[in-house]
């Protein structure tokens, strides 16, 4: 596994929070029910096939280029169960991240931990609790 930091370094803050860094964000941390990262695949089935696989894996290959457009943004926010303004607010971005830490200091978890290691801890701990 390749250890690389959730939040980018750069000082610009456009440079830092990229549509490719926000949804990079979105795949690393929101887990299924057992842990996994989902796949591009498994995303455009969470649109309804509104933004196949294809096109996502498309904006992954521009990197810090890739711009999607307004609706897309909006389902994948959908996807990702995220406010659309995720993709475009510092705010929204802030929040969804204070919000993680908040849920895994609640259970417990050292809050200094990387955001996917978070996310996979609070997602494993509360899989068993929603199977019973």
Do not use: K
């Not at 990262?37 to 498994?42: A, R, V």
């Not at 971005?93 to 996917?116: H, V």
């Amino acid at each position: 596994m390749i250890q690389a930091s959730d939040t980018p370094t750069s000082q610009s803050t456009a440079a830092r929070w990229t549509f490719y860094r926000r949804l990079g964000l979105l795949l690393r941390t929101r887990l299924t029910d057992e842990g996994t990262t989902l796949s591009l695949h498994d995303v455009a089935a969470r649109t309804n096939g509104r933004v196949s696989a294809e096109q996502l894996a498309a904006l992954l290959a521009h990197g810090s280029q890739a711009d999607a457009d307004p609706v897309t943004c909006v389902l994948l926010a959908q996807a990702f169960d995220v406010d659309p303004d995720f993709f475009i607010t510092d705010e929204a971005l802030n929040d969804y991240i204070r919000s993680m830490r908040e849920e895994a200091q609640a259970l417990g978890f050292e809050t200094a931990s990387s955001l996917q290691q978070l996310a996979y801890s609070v997602t494993t701990q509360r899989a068993p609790v929603l199977a019973r």
